[in-house]
């Protein structure tokens, strides 16, 4: 998998995570045009994520806004992933002024992400 699908991948995942906060069915697409990403998920509660990445020298960099689907609670989202070897490693700020950061190491067809959210 190339390197910009990979951390693209890894940033939404990292967002959809954080909006849904539950457990929740996924679904949405991602497209790429020229060196952007552009993210549109939406959760089976009525929740979204929506941003863009770029990735500039194996470093991801992520904008996302994301909603509970009530309307009631949105977040923004941003951050760096950065991948070195199979390793992925994630820092990003909320707009309520928490900080997230972890590191996702990929294993064949699988990624395993740990993330701490202070």
């Given at each position: 998998?190339?390197?910009l699908?990979k951390?693209?991948?890894?940033a ?19 497209t790429?045009i020229?060196?952007?990403?552009f993210h ?11 941003g ?34 199979d390793f992925?490693f ?19 067809d ?9």
């Amino acid at each position: 998998m190339k390197t910009l699908t990979k951390l693209a991948l890894a940033a939404v995942m990292l967002a959809v995570a954080l909006a849904a906060q539950a457990q929740v069915g996924i679904y949405g697409t991602s497209t790429t045009i020229g060196d952007f990403t552009f993210h549109n998920y939406y959760t089976s509660d009525g929740g979204y994520v929506s941003g863009t990445t770029t990735v500039i020298g194996g470093t991801a960099f992520s904008d996302f806004n994301t909603s509970d689907g009530c309307g009631y609670d949105s977040l923004d989202i941003s951050g760096t992933s950065t991948a070195i070897g199979d390793f992925t490693f994630h820092n990003y700020s909320t707009s309520d002024g928490d900080m997230i950061s972890g590191d996702s190491i990929t294993i064949g067809d699988t990624t395993f992400t740990d993330l701490s959210e202070w």
